[in-house]
């Protein structure tokens, strides 16, 4: 059972229910009944959300910080009960509008769109050919070596307990290898759902 603190709800990702907006950017949502903040969800009131609560935040706020992560819970997941951080990663699609239709894409355009919270890197999966895969950070992009799917799940993710964990993908073709990869890994398969900001 998870406490309903930050400390308690660190890493963690939760459906909940958007109660209220405060400003354009963060929203009030139920979680189990108590209060959470929710990064990124303010025009989504009335609607059951997922979102990760960061884990690099450590004082204890208010009321717990999360960032929005998709909708749609009910339809897949519809007996959810979380995932702790070490049972999921993170996928998701480049929008066709994205600026790069090569790779590697930029830090600033997966942060334009997209904001499961803190993420030191991501993995960004070209379109045309294995060599055309990077770790992306805000400061560089890095080819990797290890460039087969199952190899950058073991090998090139962040450590669970200190950032979100995402793989990125230009085509339905990559995204099946995705998936297909993190379920052999025992890992679920959250989507990141696209959002401008």
């Avoid at 007996?79 to 930029?106: I, K």
């Amino acid at each position: 059972m998870r406490e309903i603190t930050q400390e308690g709800l660190s890493g963690r990702l939760e459906k909940v229910l958007v109660e209220r907006s405060i400003n354009p950017r963060c929203s009030v949502a139920l979680l189990d009944g108590e209060e959470v903040l929710v990064n990124g969800a303010s025009d989504l009131v009335g609607t059951e959300c997922l979102v990760r609560f960061d884990n690099r935040i450590k004082k204890e706020a208010r009321s717990p910080i999360s960032y929005f992560v998709s909708t749609g819970v009910s339809q897949v997941y519809p007996h959810f009960n979380g995932f702790a951080p070490e049972e999921y990663v993170f996928y998701g699609m480049w929008p066709a509008n994205t600026n790069s239709q090569n790779a590697p894409h930029s830090y600033d355009e997966f942060s334009s769109v997209f904001d499961p919270g803190y993420t030191t890197f991501f993995v960004d999966i070209g379109e045309r050919n294995e060599e055309e895969r990077y770790l992306i950070s805000r400061r560089k992009k890095t080819p990797l070596r290890d460039t087969a799917i199952p190899l950058i799940i073991g090998n090139s993710l962040p450590d669970y307990d200190r950032s979100s964990r995402v793989i990125m993908v230009k085509n339905h073709r990559d995204r099946g290898r995705v998936l297909s990869a993190l379920r052999q890994n025992k890992l679920q398969p959250i989507e990141l759902e696209a959002r401008a900001r």
